[in-house]
Each structure stands twice: as structure tokens, then as C-alpha cells.
């Protein structure tokens, strides 16, 4: 999988402003590639200024046009391309420690939105307002000069997208996971885990997902779960092809693609010795 910030931060036909951990970038789509399967580490808002794309999280579709916005979880996805009209979009990378020094500040704030703390997808769509709106258009005018704006300004414009979302509303959701960012280790762990199962991640990816070295990583996982990652990955997915094999019409192939297997045969292999029969005749059997 593509690690979606590393590739643009290291990428020179860019447009983007970098501040320590801190990335603004103006995104024209250059692959050809219909679908990708990408993940980053860093949260990202995503707001859309030309063409159509979807982001795919386990449980849903988001498509997204002109005018459109997301925000992304930090961990991994599927993306399909539209080719119909260029793609283009305004990102904004915001790190966690960013985000928990931001609410160390506004600690007031924070407690008014406690009630937000809700469980939300992996993927959450923002409806746009007038406050989002001109914070966008103030935004994009910096990749329209040559200029480098004060690295100042630009720390103020992170800290102002972040007051846009938790003092509106209408973003309680994005606010809510936001405020989840100062919960324990093992809260942001199980998170982590149930919204990236299916995705084709390492373990030290998923480690670095959870801000840990992998060897803590795997040592509160364990305390977690009472097994280890690897063991719970392969029983998490083969439940989850097990709901899809009963609840859609995907191929077998398909099914394993979206379940997190290398490929059908080795899932077929493990599907069998669990269930003791093949997908397709589970799929078959009576219910």
C-alpha cells in the first residue's frame, strides 16, 4: 500500500507548504491507476476543488466532487480514480501531537464537546459551511503566489481549521474523534485495529498507526486481546469474509481481496480449515 503522506511530502511536482509536521498541498492526481490502495499515519482533511473521486472504508463508500470534503482516520483505505475530469484537491495533514497540544490550550473547549466522543467511521464526510468555506478559499490563495507565506500565519491557519471544527456544530462527529486522540493507548489501539483489519498492513505499520514501537505495540495488544496480532488478524478477517460471503454477492476472489488476504488460495486454505468448508460452499449451505 502507498503511504499517501510520505509519497506527497517527498514528492517535488507538488504544490505544498510543510511546517515540521504540518503539510498544506495542493493535490492534482498524476496516476493513471483506477484504484489504489493507499494509507498515512497523519489524519488529513480532504477538500475537493475539481472532479470525483471515492474513498473506500470497511464498511462504506464516500464519493466525492467539486465542492465535496472529507475527513480521513489516520490508517489505510481504497481509493477509485474517476477519469471523467482532472482531479484536484486541497489537503491538509495534521499530526497528533499537533492536535493534542491544540486541545491542551483549548481546554475548555474541549469539554464542551465531549459529547461528540462518539464511535464514527473510518472515513467521515464534513458538510461545508461559511466558516469552512473561506477558511478553503483563504487556504488555496497561497498556491496562487510565489511568495512563502510566515511560517507563523500558516501554524495559525492548522489552529484555525481546528477551531472551525470544534467550535461548529455541524463537525461534532470530527471533533468527537478528535477529542479520542487524548484517550488511553489500549482505546486507540482497539480504534486502530477495527477500522484497518482488512487492509493489507504490516505490524509495524499498524504500530506506527498507534504512535508505538512495534515491540509495545505488540505487548499491549497482547494484554488486550490475550492473543497476538497476527493470530487475531486472521480470525478477525476470516469472520469478516464470513459476513460477507452471507450478506453480499462479491466473488470469492473479491471476498478475499476485501478481507485482507495475499491472495484467494491462501484464503480459501484458511477459510477451510476453520469452517471446514470451502467459501463457496459455505456461501452454498443453508442457512
Not at 156 to 176: C, M, Q, S, W, Y
Request: charged share 25%; glycine share 4%; hydrophobic share 40%.
Amino acid at each position: 500500500m502507498i503511504n499517501l503522506h510520505s509519497f506527497i511530502r517527498d514528492a517535488k511536482f507538488y504544490k505544498k507548504l510543510i511546517i515540521d509536521d504540518l503539510l498544506f498541498v495542493e493535490y492534482k492526481c498524476l496516476v493513471e491507476e483506477t484504484k489504489a490502495g493507499i494509507w498515512s499515519e497523519v489524519n488529513y482533511f480532504v477538500f475537493v476543488t475539481s472532479g470525483k473521486k471515492m474513498w473506500k472504508s470497511i464498511h462504506k463508500d464516500y464519493v466525492v466532487q467539486t465542492g465535496d470534503s472529507l475527513f480521513v482516520k489516520k490508517g489505510a483505505n481504497l481509493v477509485h480514480q474517476y477519469f471523467d475530469e482532472d482531479y484536484c484537491a486541497l489537503m491538509v495533514f495534521i499530526s497528533d501531537d499537533f492536535i493534542c497540544k491544540f486541545m491542551t490550550r483549548f481546554t475548555n473547549l474541549m469539554q464542551r464537546k465531549a459529547d461528540g466522543l462518539n464511535r464514527t467511521d473510518s472515513v467521515i464526510r464534513i458538510l461545508m459551511d461559511e466558516f469552512l468555506a473561506g477558511y478553503v478559499h483563504s487556504m488555496a490563495s497561497f498556491f496562487g503566489t510565489d511568495a512563502v507565506p510566515n511560517k507563523n500565519l500558516l501554524v495559525h491557519k492548522f489552529e484555525e481549521l481546528l477551531l472551525n471544527i470544534f467550535t461548529r456544530p455541524l463537525h461534532r462527529d470530527v471533533a468527537g474523534y478528535l477529542n479520542s486522540l487524548n484517550s488511553s493507548q489500549s482505546a486507540q489501539v482497539e480504534q486502530i485495529m477495527e477500522e484497518n483489519f482488512s487492509y493489507r498492513l504490516k505490524l509495524d505499520q499498524f504500530a506506527q498507526l498507534c504512535n508505538m514501537s512495534l515491540s509495545s505495540f505488540k505487548r499491549t495488544f497482547s494484554s488486550i486481546y490475550n492473543t497476538s496480532p497476527g493470530k487475531w488478524l486472521s480470525e478477525k478477517r476470516l469472520d469478516f469474509a464470513s459476513h460477507l460471503l452471507n450478506a453480499s454477492d462479491r466473488s470469492i476472489n473479491q471476498v478475499a481481496f476485501d478481507s485482507g488476504f495475499e491472495d484467494t488460495s491462501s484464503f480459501i486454505r484458511a477459510f477451510k480449515q476453520k469452517y471446514s468448508c470451502t467459501p463457496l460452499q459455505y456461501r452454498n449451505s443453508p442457512a
